[in-house]
């Protein structure tokens, strides 16, 4: 990325000098990355600033271009703020939203999916993983089902991207989301998949001026990010193997080390999800004191965008909860520099708050 912060600050629309053909090279490299890294065409990627402004990009403008098939939208409880904030807002503007429940696992039910699509259903928003328990949905099966029904199917996969194997041609997603600092790129830049063929998926853009990205993201191309993330989804996609082996191992020590105390269980399934989450109930204690007394450690109790909110998990709450479980859960996420040291030192920093409270 550095060059493009300092010699190489040209503007990739600019294409009547040597500044601008340059950062234009510079972005065709990263759009080959990033449709390397999820399998699909360089000209269904759409960069933008991350996967909040992709889902807003998706769904806004599904909405404002298939209204004339329908208003009604189906998505999922359990998902990011960035997915359902959106249906809010359009269901003030007359959509019609379904939201799918989950068991006690975290994954839906595809008999409810099925009978909850109509002829008036113009997406479906299921995430890939979710970004508090890490549970895997039924990608493939979900597509087939929305597809069977003729309706585009949007998943936001900023949990999935870079860590677990995505092939756009077998998953069948026809919208999808990804933001560059989940695997290691920067923060302020991610991309949209916009399927061109089989189902073609047609937006309406929701900004204007310049028509750059294909018309549907208009504004000057944030050329250092977009460097950033081209060479995050190539290192990702070379690790990506390696990376879930070790991590895996790490993850597993940790839980199995955690839930040896009486009551202490994972929240989610264990069979469908990822390798590098682990989201651990405590019952009993309170997970605001456990994490005020273990200042070292970077978890969480939901999700990072809504960490400032002092409610309970949305997304536990979904799968079955109960409101003291719920504020007794703790989210752990393991990455590539994570080490064996660090899982130990944080195992026994979190027997010895067990052990004083």
């Known amino acids: 990325m550095l060059p493009y912060f300092t010699e190489n600050f040209g503007n990739a ?8 053909w340059i950062a234009e090279d510079a972005i065709k490299i990263a759009r080959k990355q990033v449709a390397s890294l999820i399998n699909c065409l360089e000209q269904e990627v759409v960069f933008t600033s991350g996967s909040t402004e992709s889902i807003n990009l998706a769904i806004k403008g599904v909405w404002d271009n298939y209204q004339t098939k329908g208003n009604h939208i189906i998505t999922v409880k359990t998902e990011h703020k960035a997915v359902l904030d959106t249906c809010a807002a ?9 939201y799918l429940s989950v068991d006690r696992e975290g994954l839906i039910d595809l008999n409810e999916l099925k009978n909850a699509i109509t002829e008036k259903t113009i997406l479906v928003c299921i995430m890939y993983v979710n970004n508090e328990t890490g549970v895997i949905q039924p990608i493939k099966e979900i597509a087939k089902i ?32 990804i933001s560059a600092h989940k695997f290691y790129g920067p923060k ?13 998926v047609s937006l309406f853009a929701q900004s204007h001026g310049g028509g750059h990205e294909k018309g549907l993201r208009s504004g000057t191309l944030n050329v250092t990010g977009i460097v950033g993330l081209g060479k995050a989804c190539e290192i990702a996609e070379a690790e990506m193997w390696d990376n879930s082996v070790r991590i895996s191992v790490l993850r597993t ?28 109930c405590f019952p009993g204690f309170r997970s605001e004191d456990f994490i005020r007394k273990l200042p070292h450690l970077a978890v969480a109790m939901g999700s990072a965008c809504t960490s400032a909110v ?15 479980d719920t504020y007794s859960s703790i989210r752990f996420s393991l990455g590539k520099f994570t080490n064996e040291k660090e899982i130990a030192d944080t195992i026994q920093s979190i027997q010895e708050v067990m052990k004083t409270d």
């Open 13 to 20: 629309s600019s294409r009547t000098h040597t500044f601008g």
């Open 90 to 98: 359009l269901e003030k503007k007359g959509a019609v939203v379904t």
């Open 146 to 177: 929305v597809h069977d029904h003729h309706s585009i199917f949007m998943s936001d996969a900023t949990q999935a991207a870079g860590k677990i194997n995505i092939d756009l041609e077998v998953d069948k997603i026809d919208l999808l989301c």
């Open 188 to 200: 302020g830049v991610g991309a949209l998949y916009v399927r061109r063929k089989d189902p073609r």
């Open 253 to 280: 020590r940790l839980e199995q080390a955690l839930c040896n105390f009486p009551n202490v269980h994972i929240n989610g399934s264990t069979k469908h999800r990822i390798f590098n989450t682990a989201n651990i």
């Open 310 to 324: 002092p409610e309970p998990s949305h997304v536990l709450k979904a799968m079955g909860l109960s409101d003291d």
